[in-house]
Protein backbone atom coordinates (compact mmCIF):
# COMPACT_ATOMS: atom_id res chain seq x y z
CA UNK A 1 0.00 0.00 0.00
CA UNK A 2 1.74 3.35 -1.21
CA UNK A 3 -0.30 5.61 1.19
CA UNK A 4 -2.34 6.96 -1.76
CA UNK A 5 -6.06 6.49 -2.36
CA UNK A 6 -8.29 6.03 -5.24
CA UNK A 7 -11.82 5.55 -5.31
CA UNK A 8 -13.95 4.43 -6.80
CA UNK A 9 -11.70 1.29 -8.03
CA UNK A 10 -13.52 0.34 -10.93
CA UNK A 11 -16.43 2.69 -12.77
CA UNK A 12 -18.29 1.54 -15.76
CA UNK A 13 -21.12 4.33 -17.36
CA UNK A 14 -22.23 5.14 -20.63
CA UNK A 15 -21.19 7.17 -23.67
CA UNK A 16 -22.14 10.89 -23.08
CA UNK A 17 -21.73 10.61 -19.13
CA UNK A 18 -20.05 11.95 -16.84
CA UNK A 19 -17.73 10.88 -13.98
CA UNK A 20 -15.89 11.73 -10.90
CA UNK A 21 -12.71 10.33 -9.80
CA UNK A 22 -11.19 10.93 -6.45
CA UNK A 23 -7.17 10.88 -5.30
CA UNK A 24 -6.66 11.44 -1.84
CA UNK A 25 -2.60 11.72 -1.79
CA UNK A 26 0.11 10.25 1.15
CA UNK A 27 -0.04 12.24 4.23
CA UNK A 28 2.11 15.14 3.92
CA UNK A 29 2.02 14.95 0.18
CA UNK A 30 1.57 18.47 -1.62
CA UNK A 31 1.74 17.47 -5.20
CA UNK A 32 -0.99 15.51 -6.93
CA UNK A 33 -0.40 13.93 -10.62
CA UNK A 34 -3.08 12.54 -12.70
CA UNK A 35 -2.37 9.94 -15.16
CA UNK A 36 -4.27 8.21 -18.18
CA UNK A 37 -3.35 4.32 -19.01
CA UNK A 38 -4.85 3.03 -22.16
CA UNK A 39 -3.71 -0.05 -24.09
CA UNK A 40 -2.97 1.92 -27.21
CA UNK A 41 -1.22 4.88 -25.55
CA UNK A 42 0.68 3.73 -22.66
CA UNK A 43 0.78 5.59 -19.50
CA UNK A 44 0.31 9.95 -20.21
CA UNK A 45 0.01 12.54 -18.02
CA UNK A 46 -2.79 14.37 -17.72
CA UNK A 47 -2.15 16.82 -14.99
CA UNK A 48 -0.40 18.37 -11.90
CA UNK A 49 -2.09 20.36 -8.89
CA UNK A 50 0.58 21.61 -5.58
CA UNK A 51 -1.15 22.66 -2.77
CA UNK A 52 -4.53 23.48 -4.65
CA UNK A 53 -2.86 24.97 -7.46
CA UNK A 54 -2.53 23.72 -10.75
CA UNK A 55 0.92 23.29 -11.46
CA UNK A 56 1.77 21.42 -14.90
CA UNK A 57 -0.84 20.82 -18.01
CA UNK A 58 -0.07 17.31 -20.28
CA UNK A 59 -2.31 15.75 -22.76
CA UNK A 60 -5.55 16.38 -21.43
CA UNK A 61 -8.29 16.61 -23.32
CA UNK A 62 -10.81 20.15 -22.59
CA UNK A 63 -13.78 17.83 -21.55
CA UNK A 64 -11.66 16.66 -18.89
CA UNK A 65 -11.16 18.82 -15.44
CA UNK A 66 -9.11 18.23 -12.45
CA UNK A 67 -9.15 20.12 -9.08
CA UNK A 68 -7.23 19.59 -5.57
CA UNK A 69 -9.29 20.54 -1.99
CA UNK A 70 -7.77 22.57 0.47
CA UNK A 71 -7.55 19.10 2.61
CA UNK A 72 -5.42 18.06 -0.41
CA UNK A 73 -7.45 15.14 -2.15
CA UNK A 74 -8.30 15.80 -5.68
CA UNK A 75 -11.36 15.14 -8.26
CA UNK A 76 -10.60 14.11 -12.04
CA UNK A 77 -13.79 14.83 -13.77
CA UNK A 78 -14.36 13.78 -17.00
CA UNK A 79 -17.66 14.67 -19.21
CA UNK A 80 -18.97 13.82 -22.64
CA UNK A 81 -17.28 10.56 -22.23
CA UNK A 82 -16.04 8.49 -24.90
CA UNK A 83 -15.41 4.67 -25.58
CA UNK A 84 -11.96 6.02 -26.05
CA UNK A 85 -11.76 7.23 -22.60
CA UNK A 86 -11.92 3.87 -21.08
CA UNK A 87 -8.64 3.51 -19.11
CA UNK A 88 -6.86 3.16 -16.01
CA UNK A 89 -6.96 6.43 -14.45
CA UNK A 90 -3.58 6.71 -11.95
CA UNK A 91 -2.96 9.22 -9.54
CA UNK A 92 0.36 9.42 -7.72
CA UNK A 93 1.57 12.18 -5.12
CA UNK A 94 4.47 13.67 -3.83
CA UNK A 95 5.97 15.91 -1.36
CA UNK A 96 6.86 18.62 -3.42
CA UNK A 97 6.31 20.50 -6.43
CA UNK A 98 9.60 18.34 -8.40
CA UNK A 99 10.17 15.55 -6.14
CA UNK A 100 11.23 12.73 -8.41
CA UNK A 101 10.05 10.36 -5.76
CA UNK A 102 6.18 9.82 -6.45
CA UNK A 103 3.72 7.10 -4.98
CA UNK A 104 1.23 5.89 -7.34
CA UNK A 105 -2.37 4.81 -6.30
CA UNK A 106 -3.83 1.67 -7.20
CA UNK A 107 -5.53 3.42 -10.22
CA UNK A 108 -9.36 3.35 -11.06
CA UNK A 109 -10.78 1.43 -14.46
CA UNK A 110 -12.87 3.13 -16.17
CA UNK A 111 -14.64 1.54 -19.01
CA UNK A 112 -17.15 3.13 -21.10
CA UNK A 113 -19.83 1.28 -23.29
CA UNK B 1 3.43 -1.43 1.87
CA UNK B 2 4.55 -1.05 -1.30
CA UNK B 3 4.59 -3.85 -4.01
CA UNK B 4 6.84 -2.51 -6.12
CA UNK B 5 10.16 -1.05 -4.53
CA UNK B 6 13.11 1.00 -6.20
CA UNK B 7 15.24 1.76 -3.36
CA UNK B 8 17.57 3.91 -4.60
CA UNK B 9 15.86 7.44 -5.05
CA UNK B 10 19.21 8.35 -7.35
CA UNK B 11 22.18 7.31 -9.15
CA UNK B 12 25.32 9.20 -10.78
CA UNK B 13 26.96 7.18 -13.77
CA UNK B 14 29.53 8.46 -16.25
CA UNK B 15 28.84 8.96 -19.73
CA UNK B 16 29.96 6.02 -21.58
CA UNK B 17 29.55 3.74 -18.69
CA UNK B 18 27.11 1.33 -17.66
CA UNK B 19 23.84 2.33 -15.25
CA UNK B 20 21.73 0.01 -13.59
CA UNK B 21 18.34 0.63 -12.26
CA UNK B 22 16.64 -1.75 -9.80
CA UNK B 23 13.76 -2.69 -8.83
CA UNK B 24 12.45 -5.36 -6.32
CA UNK B 25 8.59 -6.39 -5.79
CA UNK B 26 6.96 -8.15 -3.47
CA UNK B 27 3.97 -10.72 -5.30
CA UNK B 28 4.98 -13.33 -7.21
CA UNK B 29 1.88 -13.45 -9.60
CA UNK B 30 2.82 -10.66 -11.30
CA UNK B 31 2.56 -10.84 -15.39
CA UNK B 32 5.18 -8.70 -16.60
CA UNK B 33 7.09 -5.61 -15.98
CA UNK B 34 7.81 -2.29 -17.52
CA UNK B 35 10.15 0.15 -17.40
CA UNK B 36 8.86 3.69 -18.09
CA UNK B 37 11.64 7.39 -18.38
CA UNK B 38 10.47 10.24 -17.27
CA UNK B 39 11.37 14.14 -18.23
CA UNK B 40 10.58 17.02 -16.16
CA UNK B 41 7.47 18.36 -16.61
CA UNK B 42 6.41 15.63 -18.91
CA UNK B 43 4.52 12.08 -17.53
CA UNK B 44 6.68 9.19 -18.15
CA UNK B 45 7.43 7.34 -21.42
CA UNK B 46 7.62 3.76 -22.36
CA UNK B 47 11.01 2.19 -22.40
CA UNK B 48 10.74 -1.77 -22.30
CA UNK B 49 8.94 -4.54 -20.91
CA UNK B 50 9.83 -7.86 -20.17
CA UNK B 51 7.58 -11.37 -19.56
CA UNK B 52 7.72 -13.00 -16.41
CA UNK B 53 8.51 -16.18 -18.50
CA UNK B 54 11.12 -14.87 -20.16
CA UNK B 55 14.53 -13.60 -17.79
CA UNK B 56 16.10 -11.28 -20.35
CA UNK B 57 15.06 -8.68 -22.63
CA UNK B 58 17.07 -6.33 -24.97
CA UNK B 59 16.56 -3.23 -27.07
CA UNK B 60 19.32 -1.43 -28.25
CA UNK B 61 21.48 0.07 -25.45
CA UNK B 62 18.61 -1.03 -22.96
CA UNK B 63 18.10 -4.29 -21.58
CA UNK B 64 15.62 -5.52 -19.16
CA UNK B 65 16.61 -8.27 -16.56
CA UNK B 66 14.54 -10.73 -14.63
CA UNK B 67 15.33 -12.91 -11.57
CA UNK B 68 11.94 -14.15 -10.33
CA UNK B 69 14.13 -16.32 -7.33
CA UNK B 70 15.04 -13.21 -6.04
CA UNK B 71 12.20 -10.73 -7.37
CA UNK B 72 14.24 -8.26 -8.28
CA UNK B 73 14.14 -6.96 -11.75
CA UNK B 74 16.81 -4.53 -13.10
CA UNK B 75 17.39 -2.58 -15.92
CA UNK B 76 20.66 -1.43 -18.23
CA UNK B 77 21.57 1.07 -20.00
CA UNK B 78 24.79 0.59 -21.92
CA UNK B 79 26.27 3.08 -23.23
CA UNK B 80 25.05 5.84 -20.81
CA UNK B 81 24.12 9.19 -22.48
CA UNK B 82 23.40 12.37 -21.24
CA UNK B 83 19.89 12.44 -22.09
CA UNK B 84 19.61 9.30 -20.32
CA UNK B 85 19.21 11.57 -17.57
CA UNK B 86 15.80 10.81 -16.49
CA UNK B 87 13.25 9.54 -13.70
CA UNK B 88 13.06 6.01 -14.54
CA UNK B 89 9.75 4.37 -13.02
CA UNK B 90 9.85 0.52 -13.00
CA UNK B 91 6.01 -1.08 -12.93
CA UNK B 92 4.62 -4.53 -12.54
CA UNK B 93 1.57 -5.88 -13.92
CA UNK B 94 -0.98 -8.47 -12.98
CA UNK B 95 -2.77 -11.26 -14.95
CA UNK B 96 -6.09 -8.59 -14.08
CA UNK B 97 -4.58 -5.74 -15.76
CA UNK B 98 -3.57 -4.09 -12.74
CA UNK B 99 -0.81 -1.88 -12.84
CA UNK B 100 1.57 -1.24 -9.68
CA UNK B 101 4.42 1.56 -10.15
CA UNK B 102 7.55 1.66 -7.78
CA UNK B 103 8.97 5.24 -6.77
CA UNK B 104 10.89 6.10 -9.44
CA UNK B 105 14.94 6.62 -9.46
CA UNK B 106 16.95 9.65 -10.84
CA UNK B 107 19.57 8.75 -13.16
CA UNK B 108 22.27 11.24 -14.05
CA UNK B 109 24.78 10.64 -16.73
CA UNK B 110 27.65 12.93 -16.03
CA UNK B 111 29.58 14.29 -19.46
Request: proline share 4%; charged share 15%; with cysteine.
Amino acid sequence: DSGVTQTPKHLITATGQRVTLRCSPRSGDLSVYWYQQSLDQGLQFLIQYYNGEERAKGNILERFSAQQFPDLHSELNLSSLELGDSALYFCASSVSISTDTQYFGPGTRLTVL
Amino acid sequence: DQQVKQNSPSLSVQEGRISILNCDYTNSMFDYFLWYKKYPAEGPTFLISISSIKDKNEDGRFTVFLNKSAKHLSLHIVPSQPGDSAVYFCAAVTGANNLFFGTGTRLTVIP
